[in-house]
Each structure stands twice: as structure tokens, then as C-alpha cells.
């Protein structure tokens, strides 16, 4: 039977995901700022928590608080109402309830499963990578006191007692010897693991500010979530591009801002690079993701970028997405051209239209809503 504490330990967790559930475009389009805590932990900020009160009964039903006393009698330990005044001037307004609340990966990626109504992912049969994993699965009659199984011990001085007739049920004492004890024993299984990669490829031309960077880097925060949350092993790198294209780390990817035109096959080229150099495709599942603002440099180049999506990219990816994030500066026509190739139903490509942030949770619908 479970400890009351625990059960209202479970309870309260189960509000506080609740609360997450029902806030979470909240979260996504104002940006809360939620926290990774190492590799599966992650740091909620949850405002407007009730904090919980004592709440006064019946004085006729005795107990703590009952005796003798008069009315404005100070309380023990507090000061007297008509003594020296407190120190201080008094604040007004509600005080901060707000409360951090750690949650596992698989506990975040729940809630937005739920709330998008996420398929799982399948993978593409490919090979999976190896590893090793010690299960503790059997029991020895050697190893460390460290391992000791006690109950398997017991049971078998017991069982060794009863045996010699030297158990008495009027003094049921149990006293283990050597050959009693017991201990767990490990096997060291190999376990096939699917892998996957996540490249990001972003414009960073003079269209591209800061809203649409922000955009980004919020939509990509709750796709890696998410494909973490499928994968037991996966890698992520980032491409960022004008007129050329050059591979960055992660804060890079996102700070850097450039003035110059826009080749969107410069970032396409440098993914078949990776894929071909790092990841291939009958061992990888390979999530492509482009955002820009759909201006680019010329049609010509715009064929060249569909020839590299036709001829490499989508038969090696399981899904290539592009997202589209509203600019002033930007006219949108790659989204367009994409369109008038693909259609709105291709089977490997996914195509998203971002206006602002209240739009984030839905293009993540978009590109993840397939389970591909």
C-alpha cells in the first residue's frame, strides 16, 4: 500500500502536468524560458501556484489552539499588537507564487504529445546502432556484500534450517551461514538502438531579425523534445547560410547575422556533404529542417535546390522540413515554388507557414504530426 505522502506527492504532479497541458501554447508563445537539467531533465517555471492554507474549524471541536486566553491575548512567539511596532514599511500587491518544477524529457514530450496529439514515431528499418546493457536478471551463490539478495538469503537459511530440523517456530530466530547467501547475478545483453540526426539550416540574411531567429530557436527546442523523446540515440547540427553556407554550433546558429544575399542551395549542398561524410542512410533516420523567410537569390538557384531535394535529400531523409517564418523583408516565394513542385501532400516533405510565435505550436503539428 502506498504512503499518503506519496499518493499525494503523485497527485500533485499530476496537476502541476495538468497545468503545464493546459498552458502550454502559453509557454511556447511567450517564450518561458524552460530549462534542460542536464540530459533528461528540464527546469518549468509554473506561475500562479495556490500555496496551501490552514484553514480554521469549529471551536467546539477542541484540539490545538484550545485553553485559557482572552481575546487579543498575543499569540506565543509573536509581537505584542500593543508593544514596539514591526520594522519596515508595508509592501502592497500579491506576492510572487511562482515555482520551478523539475520533469523528465519523457514527462515534457508526454504533455506535448497529448496536447498536439502526436503519432509515435516509427523509424525506417534501417540497421540500429549496438549497445550494451547490464540486466540484473539472475541469482548467484557468489559475489559482493554489496549485491546480496536478502530475501533470497533468508529464504534459504530458513529452508536450510527447516531441512535440519533445527528451526523452532516458538523461537523463530533465522541465522544465515556462508553457503546461505544469495546474491544478484547480471547478463550483458546487447540492445539495438535506432540513431537519428536533426539538421537545421537557417537564413541568417539581413531579412532574417531577431523575432524570426526566436521563432526558430523556440520551434526547434520543442522538435528536438519531441524526436529525443522516440530515439535512444540522436545528433544534432546546425547549417547556417546567406550567399554561402558554413557549419556552426548551436549558440552560433542562432546569434549570427549576416547582410548579404540569399543562396538556399549553398545550405542544401553543405546537408548532402554531412549526410554523405556522416550519416548514411540505410543506418541513420535523418530529420532536415530549413527556415527562412522564402526569399532567394534567383530562379536558377532555386532549380538547383530542387534538383539536391529530388536527386539526394528527400530519398534519404524519412521527412525534410521547411519552414517558412514571416518577414517584412521577405516575399515568401520559395514556400511557392516548393508548392508548385511537391504539392501540399508530399510523402517526404513537410511545408509550414509560421506568421508569428502563436503560430509555433501549430507548424510543430505540422512537421511532427505524420510520426514519420
Known amino acids: 500500500m502506498d504512503h499518503p505522502i506519496k ?23 511567450q517564450g518561458q524560458q524552460i530549462i534542460p537539467k542536464g540530459t533528461d531533465k528540464f527546469t518549468v517555471p509554473m506561475p500562479s501556484i495556490d500555496i496551501p492554507r490552514f484553514k480554521f474549524g469549529d471551536k467546539s471541536q477542541g484540539g490545538t489552539g484550545q485553553g485559557q486566553g482572552q481575546p487579543g491575548d498575543p499569540v506565543q512567539g509573536q509581537p505584542d499588537p500593543n508593544g514596539e511596532p514591526g520594522q519596515g514599511e508595508a509592501g502592497e500587491g500579491e506576492g510572487n507564487k511562482e515555482l520551478d518544477v523539475e520533469l523528465s524529457l519523457d514527462e515534457l514530450a508526454r504533455i506535448l ?26 541469482i548467484g551463490t557468489t559475489g559482493p556484500d ?6 533470497r538469503t533468508y529464504k534459504q537459511a530458513l529452508k536450510r534450517q527447516i531441512a535440519m530440523d533445527s528451526y523452532n517456530p516458538e523461537n523463530p530466530t533465522v541465522v544465515p551461514i556462508r553457503r546461505d547467501f544469495r546474491y544478484k547475478s547480471w547478463q550483458t545483453k546487447t540492445e539495438n538502438q535506432n540513431a537519428a540526426v536533426v539538421i537545421y539550416m ?16 523556440t520551434e526547434s527546442f520543442w522538435i528536438n523534445l519531441w524526436l529525443k523523446s522516440q530515439y535512444k540515440d540522436i545528433e544534432i547540427r546546425y547549417i547556417i547560410h546567406d550567399a554561402t553556407a558554413k557549419e556552426v554550433d548551436e549558440q552560433t546558429f542562432f546569434r549570427t547575422r549576416e547582410s548579404g ?3 538556399i542551395s549553398s545550405a542544401f549542398s553543405l546537408c548532402k556533404e554531412i549526410i554523405e ?3 548514411p542512410p540505410t543506418e541513420w533516420n535523418i530529420y532536415p529542417f530549413h527556415f527562412s523567410d522564402g526569399d532567394n537569390w534567383s530562379a536558377d538557384d532555386t532549380k ?40 501540399q501532400d508530399h510523402e517526404n516533405l513537410v511545408l509550414s507557414k509560421i506568421k508569428n510565435k502563436e503560430g509555433i505550436l501549430d507548424s510543430i503539428k505540422e512537421f511532427l504530426g505524420k510520426g514519420k
Open 146 to 151: 554489496s549485491l546480496r539478495h536478502l530475501r
Open 202 to 217: 537557417m537564413d541568417v540574411s539581413g531579412s532574417m531579425g531577431d523575432e524570426q531567429k526566436e521563432i526558430v530557436r
Open 7 to 29: 499518493r499525494d506527492h503523485s497527485r500533485f504532479r499530476k496537476i502541476i502536468k495538468g497545468k503545464i497541458r493546459d498552458n502550454l501554447r502559453k509557454y511556447v508563445s
Open 113 to 138: 504529445g497529448e496536447e498536439l496529439a502526436l503519432p509515435n514515431i516509427e523509424p525506417k528499418g534501417k540497421k540500429s546502432l549496438k549497445s550494451t546493457k547490464d540486466k540484473y536478471t539472475n
Open 304 to 343: 538547383l535546390c530542387l534538383d539536391l531535394l529530388d536527386n539526394f535529400i528527400l530519398p534519404a531523409s524519412n521527412q525534410f522540413c521547411y519552414g517558412q517564418v514571416e518577414s517584412r523583408y521577405g516575399s515568401g516565394q520559395f514556400y511557392k515554388d516548393l508548392v508548385a513542385r511537391y504539392g
Open 261 to 263: 544575399g540569399t543562396l
Open 277 to 279: 561524410a556522416d550519416y
